[in-house]
């Protein structure tokens, strides 16, 4: 008699082969899966992605690749290293060549009329690159210059890079600068918190047929997040081991107990993410960027000439839309999913239309993309934006910026009137 009869599960609940049917939509991998999504509505589109080992990156390509239209052509190469003639000839695989015994040139030449012949069919072409940690300096160059391959109107090339922590660090060196200028969009996946962690298991049983959320006790979560961490991967290992000691025990439940003894069988110390390591290191990186975490600009919401949300954000990116998993929430079904981005830098701030239904206008005028002024005012649908750049607000100083955010941007949702 198997585990599965036991527990009345109708398959393994807790396997490592990544399944897209199985995988959590934390608000991380959601805003992690946006992304990805934008590499399709935006021409010169280049996203990286990064997370710890067993964050669950390879399942979220695989989600994103199973819903690609049939306007897309897409290529994933995660053997990544390699020579650049190799990189080359491992994209030019993908896409269906056989590029072998070429020298750089033509291999440059093969896939720069690929993507000209994809751009003039009417096709958008998806490079994506898994376990991009491993690539070395060389290669990250050539993929520089891949991603600037353009007509005479846009970009011919979308890039979605995915590693581990490993990238993140070398991308951030200042010999990558002219690499970075490229890319649009950045997120790291870090590990589920306590809730999620309990959301996350409890939906993978639920997925292999337990009916009832009630096979791990309440303090088994405890147990399990000690050494788990929170690390989609180690969970999925522990409570598999956990699942076998309370079977081999003929008990209906796994418990605590069944946790710790799982733990000590695989000869697991506690995750580090609970002795203090991480928390030191959050604190040397706090210092470090202490000025870019300073909040800059000040959104209004607005609608029926009321305000109906004020948020303040630092130097990056703010995605607009209806979806809950972006920074400005609006409710409305005027609104797209993912309307329109605000970029924030040194120099002030730009709106950009993300493809939406019904656009983005300053007065009666429609924009595409627009470097935005003090006070400028922004329709979406029936809503209002109010740009305000608090560096030139002389009322606003860091202390207060960071109060208003911690009671307003946290959360925030806009309802249609």
């Known amino acids: ?3 599965l009869k036991h527990f009345r599960l109708s398959e393994q609940p807790f396997r490592l082969t990544p399944d897209p049917e199985f995988l959590y939509w934390s608000k991380q991998h959601s805003r992690a899966k946006a992304y990805m999504e934008s590499t399709i509505w935006l021409a010169d589109g280049f996203v990286v992605i990064t997370g710890e080992i067993g964050s669950g990156k390879t ?3 695989q989600s994103f690749l199973s819903e690609l239209g049939d306007d897309v052509v897409h290529a994933v190469v995660s053997q990544t290293q390699l020579t650049p003639t190799q990189f080359l000839q491992a994209v030019l ?3 269906g060549f056989k590029p072998f015994k070429k020298r750089k040139v033509e291999l440059l030449d093969m896939l720069n009329m690929f993507l000209i012949e994809q751009y003039s069919s009417g096709k958008k ?3 994506i690159i898994d376990e991009a940690q491993n690539l070395t300096k060389k290669v990250l160059e050539e993929i520089r210059l891949l991603s600037g391959i353009e007509t005479h109107k846009e970009k011919v090339l979308r890039i979605i890079l995915a590693g581990q922590p490993e990238l993140k660090d070398t991308l951030d060196l200042a010999s990558m600068k002219q690499l970075m200028q490229r890319v649009r969009l950045r997120f790291h996946i870090g590990p589920l918190d306590r809730r999620e962690m309990r ?3 409890e939906r993978r049983l639920s997925i292999a047929g337990r009916k009832k959320a009630d096979l791990f006790s309440d303090d088994s979560f405890d147990v399990l997040y000690r050494f788990s961490g929170g690390v989609p991967r180690l969970i999925n290992t522990l409570c598999d081991t956990a699942l076998l000691c309370a079977f081999a025990d003929d008990k209906k439940v796994v418990d605590a107990d069944d946790v710790s003894t799982a733990a000590e069988e695989l000869n697991w110390p506690e995750h580090e993410s609970n002795t203090g390591v991480f928390d030191q290191l959050r604190r040397r990186q706090a210092d470090r960027h202490s000025d870019s975490d300073l909040h800059i600009s000040r959104i209004e919401v607005r609608t029926d000439n009321a305000i ?3 948020l303040t954000f630092p130097l990056g990116r703010v995605i607009v839309g209806r979806s809950p998993d972006n920074e400005i929430y609006i ?5 797209s999913r993912h309307h329109a981005q605000l970029i924030s830098d040194e120099s002030g701030c730009v709106i950009e239309d993300l493809n939406s239904t019904n656009g983005v206008f300053l007065g009666d005028k429609q924009i595409k993309k627009y470097r935005l002024c003090d006070g400028d005012i922004i329709s979406i649908g029936v809503h209002e934006l109010v740009y305000h750049d608090l560096r030139d607000a002389q009322e606003f100083d860091g202390r207060e910026t960071i109060a208003e955010d911690e009671t ?8 249609e009137k």
Do not use: A
């Open 1 to 3: 008699m198997s585990y």
């Open 59 to 61: 399942t979220l390509l």
């Open 93 to 95: 695989t993908e896409f």
């Open 125 to 127: 072409v998806v490079l």
């Open 199 to 201: 959301e996350y298991v």
């Open 308 to 310: 109906v949300d004020v």
């Open 331 to 335: 409710q409305s079904k005027f609104v």
């Open 408 to 415: 307003g941007n946290q959360g925030s949702v806009v309802n």
